[in-house]
């Protein structure tokens, strides 16, 4: 049986990040991130390996001093179901709280996951406007979204 590691990524970590959320950006689950938009922020980042293999990833995106979002969240489809994601959501959780974060935002279509780890619906009119201007105008189901809101106060 394997052993999942956690860890911060390098800049050397960006091509295995893209191969693996490829399929859910094609999708239109997940939200293209360029190369320098990934190196940008590289620090948000929290890492899922299985021996040397990137088995997932999720970004702590800051908005606020008081306000994050949980996003860019991929697990490769083999690996889950093997609480992987709750893991990496923890991770980026306790950073909020290491950081003096109040919330931390998430949207998602995999609400029954997000409530599982103390997230609670809210409605999408409550997201901060520079979110909706800045991320999802970039996405190919704008404006008509299936998306859940939800956040989790820390």
Same mark, same amino acid.
């Given at each position: 049986?394997?052993?999942?590691?956690?860890?911060?990524?390098?800049?050397?970590?960006?091509?295995?990040?893209?191969? !693996? #959320?490829?399929?859910?950006? =094609?999708? +239109?689950?997940? @939200?293209?991130?360029?190369?320098?938009?990934?190196? *940008?922020?590289?620090?948000?980042?929290?890492?899922?390996?299985?021996?040397?293999?990137?088995?997932?990833?999720?970004?702590?995106?800051?908005?606020?001093?008081?306000?994050?979002?949980?996003?860019?969240?991929?697990?490769?489809?083999?690996?889950?179901?093997?609480?992987?994601?709750?893991? !990496? #959501?923890?991770?980026?959780? =306790?950073? +909020?709280?290491? @950081?003096?974060?109040?919330?931390?935002?998430?949207? *998602?279509?995999?609400?029954?996951?997000?409530?599982?780890?103390?997230?609670?619906?809210?409605?999408?009119?409550?997201?901060?406007?520079?979110?909706?201007?800045?991320?999802?105008?970039?996405?190919?189901?704008?404006?008509?979204?299936?998306?859940?809101?939800?956040?989790?106060?820390?």
């Amino acid at each position: 049986m394997s052993t999942i590691t956690y860890k911060k990524p390098t800049l050397l970590d960006i091509p295995a990040m893209q191969e !693996l #959320v490829a399929p859910e950006i =094609e999708s +239109g689950v997940i @939200l293209p991130r360029s190369n320098d938009e990934i190196a *940008t922020n590289i620090r948000s980042y929290f890492l899922a390996l299985d021996g040397e293999a990137l088995v997932g990833f999720v970004a702590l995106h800051i908005h606020s001093p008081l306000l994050a979002e949980v996003r860019s969240m991929i697990i490769a489809t083999e690996y889950r179901g093997k609480n992987i994601g709750t893991t !990496l #959501v923890e991770n980026a959780c =306790e950073e +909020g709280r290491r @950081l003096g974060l109040k919330e931390v935002l998430a949207l *998602t279509y995999q609400q029954h996951f997000f409530e599982r780890l103390g997230f609670i619906e809210i409605p999408k009119e409550t997201i901060p406007e520079h979110k909706i201007w800045a991320d999802c105008i970039k996405c190919k189901h704008f404006p008509v979204c299936n998306e859940v809101s939800l956040i989790k106060t820390l």
